[in-house]
C-alpha cells in the first residue's frame, strides 16, 4: 500500500497506491502514518476496496452457482405473487425482508428483485416460456376454445380465450388461457376478429380447431350474425358448444319467475336483497338480530347478498333465510312500519314487514330450495374440470326426466324416458291436465306438505290459499322442464354417439364410434385398414372393466370417493391413456391405438363455460380498486397464464422454472430500463422542441 521506493518520496512522505498520491509522513517532528490512514479519503478507497470482487471471483464456479441461485429465487418469487393475487409493490420489503432473517444465507444478501423486476421477469421471462409451450401444442394437436364477454364498463371489453387440449405430458385434458384479446367493440365481427388475430399472431390455424365452446347469447350463437358463423367461415366443422350451466341457470330463473307470478305478493329475489341491504351497513340492526336469534335458541349467521346473474346463487341465500327464518320473522314482526301523515308507505322496512307477515312465506321458501335441487346437482357436475362430453347428454336427460317427473304422470315420464314420443308430443301432452299429478302429488317437500296442511287445519290459511299455492307449484315444475326441454342439446346425435367413451360403463355399440369418426374425420382420418381395426379394439375394449385397469392408473384416475359407499369416480381421459398403454402381447404396438386418437379429439371437446367463469374470478381478484392500473393485456393477463398454464395441481413452491427462463430473467430487468430510457428520451426530445418553436 506504501511503496517507500518511489521517484516523488523525499526525506518526509512515502506515496500511497491506494490513493495514488504522497503523504506527509513527519508530524511535529515524528515519522506517522496513522494520520493519512484515519483520513475520509484514504478510509473511503479502503472500504471501496473490500466491497470490490475482483476479476477471478467471476470464474469461480462457486460463485456462479450462487447467481444461479440467486436468479432462481428471484423467478420463483415472482411467480409466487402472480400465484396468490399479491401486489408486485410486495416485492420491494421481499429482499430487506429476506436479509433480516436470513442472515446468514448467501442467496438472501444476493437477493435483489423489487416490483420492477418481479413484472419484468413475470411478463417477459416466465410467461413467453409457457405460452411457447401452448402454442407448440397448439400448432401440433388438436384443440378446443372457449371464450365469455366481460361486464366491465372499461375502455376494452375482455374476451378472455381459453385452450382445452390433451396434454400427453400429463396423461390428461387440461385447459390453458391463451389470450384476453381486448377489444372496444361488442359485436361478432369485433369479438371474431380479435380472437383470429391471437391466434395468427402465433401461426395458429382454425384448422386444427374442433370445438368453440360460448355462453348462449346471440352475439355467440345466433343463425346470421354472430361469433359461431365467422368461425365456421374459417372451419366449417368446427363443433358448437353452447353451456349447459347457463341454461341451467336460466331454467331456474324462468322457473321461480313464474312461481311467483301465481303466488300471489310475493317475490323472492326482491326479498332477499331487501333482507341483505337492511342489515348490510347497520351494526346495531345486526346486533339487534343476534339477540332475536338467541332468543329463538338459534346461531347468529351472516346474511348472504343475493346476485341474479351467479349460478347456484338463489338456493344459496333461501337456505341461509331458511336457516335465520323463526329470528328473522320475530325480528321483522317486532318494527313499526313507516308512516307518512299516519299512512304506511312504500319502503324497504314495510316490504319486509307485509312480506314475513304472509303465512306461506317459510313454505314458499322451502319449496323453491327443495325444488331447485336437481338444476343445481346438474350444475355443480358441469362445473368440473375433467372431460365430460361421454356422460353430458345423459346427465342433461337425467335432470330433464327428473323435472318431469315432480308433476306429470308415471305413464308420460316413462313414455319420455323411452323416447317413444317426439319433443312436440311431450309440450302437448304436459298441458294436458289428464297427463298431470293431482295437488296432493305434485312435489313440493315432504315437511311443505306437512306443514301446508297443518296450516290449513289451524285455520291460517285457507283452502283458496292452498289451492293457489300447488298452482304455483305445478308452474314452476312445468315452466322448468319446458325451458330446459326447449334449451338443452338433447337431440344433439354427436353427444349421443361421445357415450361410447365410457367404457366403465358401455351404452353404445361400433356405430357410435363410427358416426364419431365420420364427424371428426378433419381431425382424425383412419384408411379402410384403421377402420377393420378400429372395430377390433373397439371389440376388446367391450371386454375390459375397471377391474381390469392397473392400480397406479386408478390412483392416478380418481376424482372422488364417495366416503358413504366407497364407490370413486374416474377421469376418463387418464384412464384411456394408460388404455392407449396397454400394448399387445411380445409386441410394442398398443391395443387401442387407433381408439386412443379418436379419443383425445373428442375428449378436448368443451362441456360447459366453467372455465371461462374462474378466469373472470381470478381478474376480480386482481383487478381491484387499489391495482386498478393493472394493464389487461400486460400483467393482468400474465398473472391468469402463470396460475392456469403451469401443470395442474403444481404448487407455487413446486414450480421449476427452466434454465431458459433463469437466463432470461437476468436481462429482462436491463430490457425494459433501456426501452423506457429511450422512451423518455425522445418525450423530452419532443417537449424542447415545442419549447424551441414557442407553442
Not at 368440473?384 to 304422470?409: K, V
Not at 307449484?473 to 315452466?479: M, N, S
Not at 386418437?597 to 374470478?617: D, G, P, Q, T
Amino acid at each position: 500500500m506504501i511503496q517507500r521506493n518511489h521517484p516523488k518520496n523525499t526525506n518526509t512522505s512515502l506515496y500511497c497506491l491506494l490513493c495514488e498520491k504522497s503523504v506527509v509522513i513527519e508530524h511535529q517532528g515524528k515519522l506517522d502514518l496513522t494520520r493519512h490512514c484515519r483520513g475520509k479519503s484514504h478510509t473511503a478507497m479502503m472500504n471501496a476496496k473490500r466491497a470490490q470482487s475482483s476479476i477471478t471471483s467471476h470464474f469461480n464456479p462457486q460463485s456462479s452457482n450462487i447467481n444461479q441461485q440467486i436468479s432462481l429465487a428471484e423467478v420463483k418469487v415472482a411467480g409466487f405473487l402472480a400465484e396468490h393475487n399479491l401486489p408486485f409493490a410486495t416485492a420491494d420489503h421481499l429482499g430487506p425482508l429476506f436479509k433480516s432473517i436470513f442472515p446468514d444465507s448467501k442467496i438472501a444478501k444476493g437477493y435483489a428483485c423489487g416490483k420492477t423486476k418481479a413484472s419484468c421477469i413475470l411478463n417477459r421471462a416466465i410467461v413467453p416460456n409457457l405460452q411457447s409451450t401452448l402454442v407448440e401444442q397448439m400448432q401440433s394437436s388438436c384443440f378446443s376454445i372457449a371464450t365469455d364477454g366481460s361486464n366491465d364498463q372499461g375502455l376494452k371489453k375482455m374476451n378472455p380465450v381459453t385452450v382445452r387440449l390433451f396434454d400427453i405430458n400429463q396423461h390428461k385434458v387440461v385447459t390453458k388461457f391463451y389470450d384476453m384479446c381486448a377489444t372496444t367493440s361488442s359485436t361478432a365481427v369485433g369479438i371474431f376478429t380479435a380472437i383470429d388475430n391471437a391466434l395468427i399472431k402465433n401461426d395458429i390455424t382454425w384448422d386444427k380447431c374442433v370445438s368453440l365452446g360460448v355462453d348462449n347469447t346471440s352475439v355467440n350463437v345466433g343463425r346470421h350474425n354472430s361469433v359461431i358463423v365467422e368461425a365456421r367461415k374459417k372451419n366449417e366443422d368446427i363443433i358448437l358448444m353452447g353451456c349447459p350451466c347457463h341454461i341451467a341457470h336460466n331454467t331456474a330463473n324462468k322457473a321461480t319467475n313464474s312461481f311467483v307470478k301465481v303466488a300471489n305478493n310475493f317475490d323472492v329475489e326482491q326479498l332477499l336483497v331487501d333482507v341483505y341491504f337492511h342489515f348490510d351497513y347497520s351494526s346495531k340492526r345486526k346486533n339487534l338480530l343476534t339477540e332475536f336469534c338467541e332468543f329463538c335458541d338459534q346461531q347468529y349467521c351472516k346474511i348472504i347478498k343475493f346476485h341474479s346473474v351467479r349460478w347456484l346463487g338463489l338456493s344459496t341465500c333461501i337456505e341461509r333465510v331458511l336457516k335465520l327464518f323463526p329470528s328473522l320473522k320475530s325480528y321483522f314482526l317486532s318494527l313499526s312500519p313507516d308512516m307518512n301523515n299516519g299512512v304506511e308507505f312504500e319502503t324497504r322496512n314495510n316490504r319486509l314487514i307485509n312480506t314475513f307477515k304472509h303465512p306461506l312465506l317459510e313454505l314458499f321458501l322451502s319449496f323453491l330450495h327443495a325444488s331447485l335441487q336437481p338444476l343445481i346437482t346438474l350444475n355443480l357436475l358441469l362445473q368440473r374440470t375433467d372431460p365430460l362430453i361421454h356422460i353430458l347428454h345423459d346427465a342433461l336427460f337425467s335432470c330433464t326426466s327428473l323435472l318431469l317427473s315432480r308433476f306429470a304422470s308415471p305413464q308420460l315420464v316413462g313414455q319420455y324416458r323411452r323416447g317413444v314420443l317426439s319433443k312436440e308430443n311431450v309440450k302437448a301432452k304436459v298441458m294436458d291436465p289428464d297427463n298431470v299429478l293431482p295437488a296432493s302429488k305434485i312435489f313440493v317437500g315432504f315437511l311443505v306438505r306437512g306443514k301446508i296442511n297443518s296450516l290449513l287445519d289451524q285455520g291460517d290459511i285457507s283452502e283458496q290459499q292452498k289451492s293457489n299455492f300447488y298452482d304455483a307449484c305445478l308452474e314452476f315444475h312445468r315452466t322448468a322442464f319446458l325451458y330446459a326441454l326447449d334449451n338443452f342439446p338433447l337431440d344433439d346425435d354427436f353427444l349421443k354417439h361421445a357415450r361410447f367413451l365410457n367404457f366403465v360403463d358401455p351404452k353404445c355399440t361400433f356405430d357410435s364410434v363410427l358416426f364419431v369418426a365420420e364427424k371428426l374425420k378433419k381431425y382424425v382420418h383412419f384408411t379402410q385398414q384403421q377402420l377393420s381395426e378400429l372395430e377390433q379394439e373397439f371389440l376388446l375394449l367391450q371386454s375390459i372393466t375397471i377391474e381390469d385397469m392397473p392400480q397406479h392408473a386408478l390412483d392416478e384416475a380418481v376424482v372422488r370417493v364417495d366416503p358413504e359407499s366407497d364407490s370413486k369416480i374416474y377421469r376418463m381421459d387418464v384412464l384411456w391413456y394408460h388404455l392407449f398403454k396397454m400394448n399387445i402381447p411380445g409386441t410394442t404396438r398398443s391395443k387401442f391405438r387407433n381408439l386412443f386418437e379418436l379419443a383425445k379429439v373428442v375428449l378436448c371437446i368443451i362441456h360447459s363455460n366453467a372455465e371461462e367463469e374462474s378466469v373472470f374470478s381470478r381478474v376480480r381478484k386482481n383487478l381491484t380498486p387499489q391495482r386498478a392500473s393493472l394493464e389487461i393485456e400486460g400483467t393482468l393477463s400474465s398473472i391468469i397464464s402463470f396460475q392456469l398454464n403451469r401443470p395442474q395441481g403444481e404448487l407455487c413452491h413446486q414450480y421449476k422454472p427452466s434454465s431458459e427462463v433463469i437466463a432470461r430473467s437476468k436481462k429482462v430487468t436491463w430490457e425494459y430500463n433501456k426501452e423506457h430510457s429511450s422512451q423518455r428520451n425522445q418525450s423530452e426530445e419532443v417537449e424542447t422542441d415545442i419549447d424551441s418553436d414557442g407553442s
